[in-house]
């Protein structure tokens, strides 16, 4: 099987319902220029084959650049030889510095299209431990203390059993959210903290404690990824565990310097963050030689195969952003959350099901790479 080329469209998508982060960071109406709907890029992978490659990623225009540029490297290539794309994307990134969710793209497109020929799911070539995966509530911040109340229980309500707090980035304020988050949910409910990288080492240690005193699961990303010094001593003084190198570039060699360093506890894999499925799985087995756990980040098909594939993850994370948005997380197709819990695609391929003539006709850019070059069409 060889690859013949690339399609990219970018195309504009609705938004999500707008929400907030802690203090500091852009909201989600940040993501896009004022009056600008959000942009993704629709990538089409074509093969001498039957069998094509499709998936979906954001920030568009950036993602269609390096499609433009580089992609042309591939063609040509087998891509049912993953292992040996995988590395030809990251001696890419050598030279581009690729943003870090550009850097799966390719490895993305291969498994859709290794797994429909060889009609197997993907989690099953990978691994294989369990298709039904409990969802923990990933909240939003909420302004008040009471909106937080109102959603957790309406995430109660609808099954959930596991609740991830994103806070204000307060120590204070943050210290008495979680003391009521166990009250509202109980001694049973698994519960996690994402800081957001929102406070330094000071903070961090004062609110750590706070959170092991109502038995969390995990303290996440308190601090920015760049001090892996600053982890190291922050986990020597807590018993929580520390799940970290979640936004730091460099898939396995990375996730390794971390776990040489004593940094984390837990480690995070990301279909987006950690260079695809094939990044995803070293990190994962890694972690698991370390007897350490591998938590996926963030949601989506992909990450869902990911979640399915290996023994030492523990949930798949879904973000709450409002009433609505909760209850009509039953009604999500492959990704719905049915009492609180994902039942995983079993199916071969990603399963992205675009409606290419709708694309084609809507994108406001085409660029093709093949064997002749790029061609690049630009209606707006």
């Known amino acids: ?29 940040s993501d896009s220029p004022p009056g600008m709907a959000p942009r993704k890029a629709v990538i089409r992978m074509h093969t001498d084959t039957q069998w094509f490659g499709a998936t979906e990623l954001g920030k568009g225009d950036g993602i269609a650049d390096s499609v433009r ?3 042309g490297r591939f063609v040509g290539e087998d891509p049912q030889m993953t292992e040996r794309l995988w590395h030809l994307m990251w001696e890419t990134d050598r030279i581009e ?12 497109l291969c498994w859709d299209v290794k797994s429909l020929a060889a009609n197997m799911p993907i989690h099953q070539m990978i691994g294989g431990n369990a298709t039904r995966i409990p969802a923990y509530a990933s909240t939003v911040t909420w302004d008040t203390l009471k909106d937080y109340e109102r959603h957790i229980k309406l995430c109660m309500d609808v099954g ?3 609740f991830k707090l994103h806070a204000w980035g307060d120590v204070k304020a943050d210290r008495e959210l979680a003391r009521h988050l166990r009250q509202w949910t109980g001694l049973d409910a698994d519960l996690m903290y994402d800081g957001s990288a929102g406070f330094d080492y000071v903070d961090a240690l004062a ?6 005193g109502e038995g969390f699961l995990w303290y996440e990303e308190p601090m920015r990824e760049h001090n892996i010094g600053h982890y190291a001593r922050l986990r020597e003084k807590l018993d929580i565990p520390i799940l970290a190198a979640e936004t730091s570039d460099g898939a396995h060699w990375n996730a390794a310097t971390w776990i040489e360093a004593g940094a984390l506890d837990m480690v995070r894999i990301s279909a987006a963050f950690k260079g695809g499925i094939t990044g995803s799985m070293k990190i ?44 009509g997380l039953r009604d999500l197709g492959e990704l719905s959350i049915i009492d609180g819990d994902l039942n995983v695609r079993t199916k071969p391929g990603l399963g992205y099901a675009f409606d290419w003539d709708v694309i084609d006709r809507t994108a406001l850019t085409r660029i093709d790479v093949d064997a002749d070059g790029v061609r690049e069409d630009r209606r707006s």
Request: net charge negative.
């Open 69 to 71: 540029r580089r992609f």
């Open 160 to 162: 959930f059993r596991a």
């Open 207 to 212: 609110l750590g404690k706070a959170l092991e």
């Open 1 to 29: 099987m060889k690859i013949t080329g690339f399609t990219c469209w970018v195309v504009e998508h609705e938004p999500m319902p707008p929400f907030s982060w802690r203090a500091g960071l852009p909201s989600t109406a």
């Open 97 to 108: 510095e690729f943003a870090v969710h550009t850097t799966g793209a390719i490895d993305l």
């Open 284 to 327: 994962a087995h890694l972690a698991e030689s370390f007897g350490m756990r591998a938590q996926v980040h963030g949601m989506g098909r992909e990450n869902a195969q990911l979640c399915a594939a290996f023994v030492n993850n523990d949930y798949y994370e879904q973000l709450v952003i409002n009433e609505e948005q909760i209850r």
